[in-house]
């Protein structure tokens, strides 16, 4: 393998495609409050700024869908010239991978450079506070934080990585006051380190730190770390997502994605096991880190309350479902529901739920089953009456409209400035249903793409070995097989023994119980202790 050197001498030709494709930045402040202000009252403006009601949303998807081709046509710029690479390669440390990065290159094709721009640019609108200044993290990341900066008209900082034994000996460069808050910008992040160093010489200098934007997250556990250091960070892709966007971009073939994908979790699995212990009981099926918040929270809840039982709240007033809510929440780790079906829906009814799933300690999950584009998905998600990105912690969705709709879905995620897990209907508990396995195995393909944002399925068993993926098993009730429309049901015993799933979703046998409360109570102690059995 031969390194990179940090731009070529004679480029080659860069990518086809314009970066006019990508929303030049003066685009994106249309919308937004600009730091176009005189230089002391400087603001980078992020998403919170932009207009209200159903102009919003109409902002939201367009803007959703610029990015997508704009991360489109920068996945294939990147591999055409070379800065990413599959193969074979020996890494510094030791490890034999599938592929190779190197943004060093980047330099040299100035349309890339304006795409990597205009793509970090577009993040910033991912953010709901406001920043004084820019930090790229030496070296590579500088030419791409100065682009941002002249490209978004955003005033810079430089951080030293060697001190000066003259002049100033300055560590941070540029114009900066004492609280000054400053956003960092960094090319490829694996563990995190090399972000938390200079989040470590700016915060000695007096600059608040909080948030980070890489353009490629390697996923191998440096999110969580920053995130343990108080740095929230946004990444323009994830490798997983740049390798799914080459793949449909025919320019990887399938059995290389699988092959890519697989190290990846392994690595991500390795990385894992560096980290601290936690003291899940071991009859809850995976130890909770994960490498996602929200499937962290979800084990740590139903460890907190030895509970794997979510109730299904399939009722149609505000005042049921708060009820049932308030008396199964002491039970449950989840509270699953349908909140189409709610006729008196307003924002109090999402509000009131969020103060009860607070109370209890319970998560929400809106069984919207999302199955239409990516590009619908998105204002599905984020608009409309229900507004589902703002209240609810899981949702799930059918494959069948393919990867376009995860990414929809997460980009949604993104916006709302929330952790959302999403779970893959992966198999249907109804008879008769049209999932065969070729349909269940692709969708654990996906899946796997897809995490940490994507965090298990509604299935019938077991599907991922390692149990990192977890499964919700809806069709759960011990008086019933079955109704007349084709549910069918089991037992907890026969779901959690035999088939491996990890957690049981009850609707009817709580909620149309006469008192759903013991109902709920009887159902959750009764799969713990399967479980513990
Ligand atoms: P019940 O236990 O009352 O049959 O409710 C099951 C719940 O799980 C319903 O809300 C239904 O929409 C959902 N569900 C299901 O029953 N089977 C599936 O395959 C997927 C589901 O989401």
């Not at 390798?243 to 994605?257: C, D, I």
């Not at 507004?387 to 899981?394: E, M, N, Q, T």
């Not at 944002?453 to 068993?461: D, T, V």
Request: net charge neutral; proline share 4%.
């Amino acid at each position: 393998m031969t390194h990179c050197v940090e731009g070529e001498l004679t480029p080659q030709r860069p990518a086809k495609t314009s970066c006019g494709d990508v929303a030049p930045c003066c685009d994106r402040n249309e919308g937004h409050s600009s730091p176009r202000a005189t230089q002391g009252e400087r603001r980078l403006a992020c998403g919170a700024e932009h207009g209200t009601g159903c102009e919003e949303d109409l902002f939201f998807v367009s803007t959703k869908r610029r990015r997508f081709l704009g991360m489109e046509q920068l996945a294939k710029d990147l591999f055409e010239i070379g800065a990413v690479k599959f193969g074979t390669f020996k890494l510094k440390s030791g490890i034999t991978s599938p592929f190779y990065v190197d943004l060093r290159v980047a330099v040299s094709y100035p349309r890339v450079l304006r795409s990597i721009a205009a793509l970090y640019l577009e993040c910033l609108q991912d953010f709901s506070g406001a920043f004084d200044v820019i930090c790229g993290v030496p070296y590579t990341a500088l030419p791409f934080a100065t682009a941002m900066a002249v490209q978004g008209d955003l005033p810079m900082v430089m951080c030293r990585k060697e001190v000066k034994d003259h002049g100033t000996r300055r560590v941070v460069e540029g114009a900066f006051t004492q609280g000054s808050r400053c956003l960092i910008i960094e090319d490829v992040v694996t563990s995190g380190s090399s972000i938390l160093e200079v989040v470590g010489a700016l915060r000695a200098e007096g600059l608040k730190v909080d948030h980070a934007i890489v353009l490629l997250d390697r996923e191998q556990g440096g999110c969580e770390a920053l995130l343990g250091q108080g740095i929230g960070l946004r990444s323009v892709f994830r490798i997983s997502n740049l390798v799914g966007t080459l793949r449909n971009l025919n320019l990887l073939e399938p059995g290389k994605v699988d092959m890519i994908l697989d190290f990846i979790c392994t690595a991500r699995a390795a990385s894992d096991v560096k980290r601290p212990e936690t003291n899940v009981p071991s009859a809850l099926p995976v130890a909770a880190s994960s490498s996602s918040p929200v499937r962290d929270q979800l084990y740590s809840i139903a460890e907190k309350k030895r509970s794997i039982l979510c109730v299904a709240t399939d009722v149609q007033s505000t005042k049921e479902l708060l009820g049932i809510a308030d008396a199964v929440g002491p039970h449950i780790c989840v509270l699953k529901l349908h909140a189409d079906i709610i006729q008196d829906w307003t924002t109090d009814t999402s509000r009131r739920l969020r103060e009860l799933a607070d109370k209890h300690s319970f998560m929400l999950f809106e069984d919207r089953k999302f199955a239409d584009i990516g590009n619908t998905v998105v204002a599905q998600f984020s608009a409309g009456v229900h507004r589902i990105s703002s209240w609810a912690d899981i949702v799930n969705a059918h494959a069948i409209p393919g990867p376009g709709l995860i990414e929809g879905l997460r980009h949604a995620c993104a916006i709302s400035g929330r952790m959302i897990g999403l779970l893959l209907v992966a198999q249907m508990s109804s008879k008769g249903n049209l999932i065969d396995e070729r349909y269940t195995a692709t969708c654990l393909r996906m899946a796997r793409e897809a995490f940490p944002f994507c965090i298990g399925f509604i299935a019938q068993e077991r599907l991922d070995p390692t149990g990192k993926l977890f499964v919700m098993a809806p069709g759960v009730q011990l008086d019933s097989k079955g109704d007349q429309l084709g549910q069918q049901y089991n037992s907890p015993e026969y779901l959690l023994k035999r088939k491996g799933v990890d957690f049981l979703i009850v609707g009817r046998g709580i909620y149309g119980s006469e008192e759903p409360a013991k109902a709920a109570q009887m159902y959750k102690e009764l799969s713990w202790s399967v479980l513990h059995g």
